[in-house]
C-alpha cells in the first residue's frame, strides 16, 4: 500500500513536469473543504471534500496516512467516499463512528501536470457518553457526624461534568471536590465528585441528587440518595394555658423529634427530679406567684443521644407589696426618701401622687422629698400591672415638732358610774412620757383606775379610766405630755352629772303616751264628721294640742328646769339632758392631708418602749375607735315647738346649749393656786393649755354661760362611754 502512495506521487509530480505551462489551461481547485466535526459514537459522520476542474486522484488520509483513491476504500469497511464523479465530490462518509475515528483527515487531489492539492485538516472528535452516575453513600447517617457522599460516572468523553443539588434542586458548591482519572484507551474519563457535610436532623428524609451532564447526552443522566439521618431528641416545652397565671391550673407537655423514635422521659422541677412522672406530659397543679421564675425541665433520650430541654415559668400575678410602705418624719429642709416596694408579674408601672391632685409627682419604687410645710402630708403609690387592678400605698410625710394635745375640757358623768377621760396626742416624733396628775399629785394605776396607752402613726391616746367615780373623783386632772421638741399641758375637768329621778322620767313617758292617744281620737273624730275640709281639720288638731299642753307642754331640753316639773292637765313635763356633741376641731396641726387616725396601730400596752416611740407600721390601718378627725356621734334630735298650730325649727339647727347644773348649784372645790409650774420645760416648743372654765370655787364666780369650746383644739375622744 505504501509503495502505492509513492508511485502515486511520483506519477503526479512527473505529469506536472510534462508539458509544462503551455498544457495548463484551468487549475484544480476545493469547491469544498473538511471541517471539524464531532460525532458521538455509533452515529455517521460525513466529511466533505469538492474540486473543481479535477484533472488528479482523489484520496482522504486520517493522521496523515492514505485510505485509497477508490471510492470503496478497500480495507476501511466503514469508510467510502460518496458523491459523484461529474460533480467532483468525494467527501469521506464514516458509519458507525468509533472511539478509534477520532483523528485528523486532509482531503488531497493529484495531477500529473500539476502540482497535488491538500486541504486543509479538520479534526474528527469522537463524544462517548458516560455510564449513568451512582452515588457511594452510608445507609444511615448520624447527626453531627461528618458525612461523605461520592458520585461516579465513568467511560465518558469529554470527561463528565458532575453536579450535586440539594432537595430544593439548589446546586452545592460548598464542600463539593471534583477527580478525574484517565481510562486505559486514554481517550475516556471517569469523573467523580465527592460531597462532604455534616448532617443535621434537618437533612433526615431529604433527597440529594447527583447530575452528569456530557456533550453525548440529550439529557443529563441522574442519581437519587435519600438520607437517612439518625438524631437525638429535639424537645419543645408547651404550656397549656398558653398564659399562665396566678391561680390557674397548668400543665406542660413535652414535645419531642427523634430518630429513631423509641424515647424515654425524665421531668426536673426546681432543679430536682420529678418522682413518678412519667410520659411526655407533667401536671404543675394550681400556679402561685412563687412559681414564678421556676425552672422546669424535660429530659428525652434515644439511640443517639439525650436532650434536656430547661424553660422558666412565666406566671403572671397581681401587684403586692414586698414590705409595707412605711411613714416618714424629718427634720424642716431634710431629704427624705419615700418607699413603695411592689412585686408584680408584668413588672409594676409605680407612680406617686398627692390626695385630690391627679399630677404625678413621681415615678418608681423610692421618691425624694424635701421635708417642708408644703410637702409634709399624704403620698399615694400606685402600682400598675397590665391584666390586673391597681394596688395603692398610703405613706406620710410628718415634720418634727412639739407635742400638740386634743381633748375635752369638761366630762360629766353620774356618781357611781365609770368615767372615760382621753388625752389625744399629736407628737412626731413619739412622746417621751405621758403623765396625768390631779391637784398636782402623779396618778397611779390602783384598783378601779387604770391608765392605758394607743399608739398610733403621729402621737399616742392616753386614757384614764375610773371604773366607779366618787365624790372625791369629781376635780380638775391635768394631762401632760413630753418629747425631744417640747411640751404641752391640757386640764380635763370631771364633773358630776345630775340623776333624773326615776318618778319624773315614768310620769314624762306617761303624759307624751297620753298625748299620743288624745292626737289619736281626735283624729278619728275629725273623720267621722263629714263637713270639715283638711285645712280645717289641722287647725282644729293644733288648738287641741295648744289646750292639752297646758303651761308646760315641753320640757326644757339640756337638764334644765321648765317651768314646772310636775304633772299638770294630763301632761307630764320632762326633764331631759342632753350632753353637749363631741368637740371635733379641725386639725390645724397634721402634716397629713387626711385623718392620721386612719393610719393608728392600736397597741395595748401602757407604757411607751422605745420600739413603740419608734415603729411606724405605715400600713395606716384605720381605728375602729373615735378619732380626732372622725366624730362619731349619734345627730342630735330636733325640738318641735307648738304654738297653735305652727309647727318649726329652731334657729340654731338644732343645737341645745349645754347648762351644767351640777357646776351651778353644785360645784365641785377646786384649789385657787393650782398651776403648772411643774410642767415648764425650756426652749421655744414649749407651751401650756389652760383649762376653759375658770374654777368654780372662786368667790364671788357666776356661773359660766352654756358650754363653748376654747380655742385650743379639743376633740371628744371619750366617744360617748362616759357614764352613758
Given at each position: ?12 509530480w512527473a505529469?506536472?513536469?510534462?508539458g ?23 452515529s ?34 466503514r ?10 465530490d ?52 448520624t ?18 461534568e ?32 465527592t ?10 428524609a ?18 437519587k ?8 431528641p ?39 427530679e420529678v ?14 406567684r412563687s ?79 424635701t421635708?417642708?410645710?408644703s ?8 402600682a ?20 400638740l394635745i386634743?381633748?375635752?375640757?369638761v ?52 386614757t ?25 399641758t391640757?386640764?380635763?375637768?370631771l364633773q ?56 308646760g ?6 337638764g ?23 368637740l371635733?376641731?379641725h ?21 411607751l ?5 419608734d ?26 315647738y ?30 385657787v ?6 410642767f ?11 383649762a ?33
Amino acid at each position: 500500500m505504501r509503495l502505492l502512495r509513492v508511485l502515486w506521487v511520483a506519477a503526479a509530480w512527473a505529469a506536472c513536469g510534462v508539458g509544462g505551462d503551455q498544457q495548463r489551461k484551468v487549475d484544480q481547485t476545493f469547491a469544498t473543504m473538511p471541517s471539524h466535526q464531532t460525532a458521538v459514537l455509533g452515529s455517521t459522520a460525513v466529511l466533505p471534500c469538492r474540486v473543481v476542474n479535477r484533472r488528479g486522484l482523489v484520496q482522504w488520509t486520517r493522521d496523515g496516512f492514505g485510505l485509497g483513491t477508490h471510492r470503496g476504500l478497500e480495507g476501511f469497511e466503514r469508510y467510502s467516499m460518496i458523491g459523484a464523479d461529474e460533480e467532483g465530490d468525494f467527501s469521506l462518509r464514516i458509519s458507525p463512528v468509533t472511539l478509534e475515528d477520532d483523528a485528523e483527515y486532509q482531503c488531497q487531489v493529484s495531477s500529473a501536470t500539476e502540482l497535488p492539492l491538500r486541504s486543509q485538516v479538520a479534526r474528527l472528535t469522537v463524544f462517548v457518553p458516560p455510564q449513568p452516575p451512582s452515588v457511594d453513600h452510608p445507609k444511615v447517617a448520624t447527626a453531627g457526624v461528618p458525612l461523605t457522599l461520592t458520585c461516579s460516572s465513568s467511560g465518558g468523553r469529554p470527561a463528565p461534568e458532575i453536579q450535586w443539588l440539594d432537595g430544593t434542586g439548589a446546586e452545592i458548591h460548598t464542600g463539593v471536590h471534583l477527580s478525574q482519572d484517565l481510562m486505559d484507551d486514554e481517550k475516556r474519563v471517569n469523573a467523580h465528585a465527592t460531597l462532604t457535610f455534616t448532617p443535621t436532623r434537618h437533612h433526615h428524609a431529604r433527597t440529594l441528587t447527583c447530575l452528569t451532564h456530557n456533550p453525548a447526552l440529550h439529557t443529563p443522566l441522574a442519581a437519587k440518595v435519600r438520607l437517612n439521618v439518625e438524631y437525638p431528641p429535639e424537645v419543645q416545652l408547651v404550656f397549656s394555658p398558653d398564659e399562665l397565671s396566678e391561680g390557674v391550673e397548668a400543665s406542660v407537655t413535652c414535645r419531642v423529634e427523634a430518630n429513631p423514635g423509641d424515647v424515654t422521659y425524665r421531668w426536673f422541677r426546681g432543679g430536682s427530679e420529678v418522682a413518678g412522672a412519667q410520659g411526655g406530659t407533667l401536671t404543675l397543679g394550681v400556679l402561685s406567684r412563687s412559681d414564678n421564675a421556676s425552672p422546669i425541665a424535660c429530659e428525652v433520650t434515644n439511640a443517639v443521644g439525650t436532650t434536656r430541654k430547661t424553660q422558666t415559668l412565666n406566671v403572671k400575678y397581681a401587684p403586692m407589696f414586698l414590705a409595707a410602705p412605711s411613714s416618714q418624719s424629718a427634720e424642716p429642709n431634710q431629704q427624705v426618701t419615700l418607699r413603695c416596694r411592689v412585686d408584680a408579674n408584668p413588672p409594676p408601672d409605680i407612680t406617686w401622687s398627692r390626695p385630690n391632685d391627679a399630677k404625678v409627682v413621681g415615678r418608681g419604687s423610692e421618691l425624694a422629698v424635701t421635708a417642708t410645710s408644703s410637702s409634709a402630708g399624704l403620698y399615694i403609690c400606685s402600682a400598675r400591672s397590665p391584666g390586673f387592678s391597681p394596688l395603692e400605698g398610703r405613706v406620710h410625710l410628718r415634720l418634727r415638732g412639739p407635742p400638740l394635745i386634743r381633748a375635752q375640757a369638761v366630762v360629766a358623768v353620774p356618781e357611781g358610774q365609770p368615767a372615760v377621760l382621753r388625752c389625744g396626742v399629736v407628737a412626731v416624733p413619739h412622746p417621751v412620757a405621758v403623765t396625768w396628775t390631779r391637784e398636782g399629785t402623779v396618778l397611779v394605776t390602783e384598783e378601779g383606775r387604770y391608765v392605758d396607752e394607743e399608739q398610733r402613726a403621729d402621737g399616742v391616746v392616753s386614757t384614764l379610766t375610773i371604773n366607779k367615780t366618787t365624790h372625791n373623783d369629781f376635780a380638775a386632772y391635768n394631762c401632760s405630755v413630753v418629747n425631744e421638741y417640747g411640751v404641752d399641758t391640757h386640764k380635763i375637768l370631771l364633773q358630776r352629772q345630775p340623776v333624773v329621778p326615776l318618778m319624773v322620767i315614768v310620769g314624762g313617758g306617761a303624759g307624751v303616751v297620753l298625748v299620743v292617744i288624745v292626737v289619736i281620737l281626735f283624729i278619728l273624730c275629725g273623720r267621722r264628721r263629714g263637713g270639715n275640709t283638711p285645712k280645717d281639720k289641722a287647725a282644729e288638731a293644733g288648738t287641741l294640742a295648744v289646750k292639752s299642753g297646758g303651761g308646760g307642754g315641753v320640757g326644757v331640753v339640756g337638764g334644765g328646769r321648765s317651768g314646772s316639773g310636775d304633772v299638770s292637765d294630763g301632761v307630764v313635763g320632762t326633764q331631759l339632758q342632753v350632753m353637749p356633741p363631741s368637740l371635733l376641731p379641725h386639725d390645724n396641726h397634721s402634716t397629713g392631708q387626711e385623718s392620721d387616725a386612719k393610719d393608728v396601730e392600736i397597741r395595748t400596752t401602757s407604757s411607751l418602749s422605745a420600739a413603740d416611740r419608734d415603729s411606724d407600721s405605715g400600713w395606716e390601718r384605720e381605728s375602729s375607735k373615735a378619732s380626732p378627725r372622725e366624730p362619731q356621734v349619734a345627730p342630735l334630735a330636733h325640738a318641735r315647738y307648738s304654738v297653735g298650730s305652727t309647727v318649726f325649727t329652731p334657729p340654731d339647727q338644732g343645737y341645745i346649749s349645754y347648762v351644767d347644773y351640777t357646776r351651778d348649784y353644785s360645784p365641785v372645790p377646786v384649789s385657787v393656786g393650782e398651776s403648772y409650774a411643774q410642767f415648764q420645760v425650756g426652749g421655744p416648743y414649749a407651751r401650756s393649755t389652760p383649762a376653759s372654765d375658770p374654777p368654780s370655787s372662786l368667790p364671788n364666780s357666776v356661773a359660766p354661760p352654756p358650754y363653748t369650746p376654747s380655742p385650743h383644739a379639743t376633740t371628744d375622744l371619750n366617744g360617748g362611754v362616759n357614764g352613758r
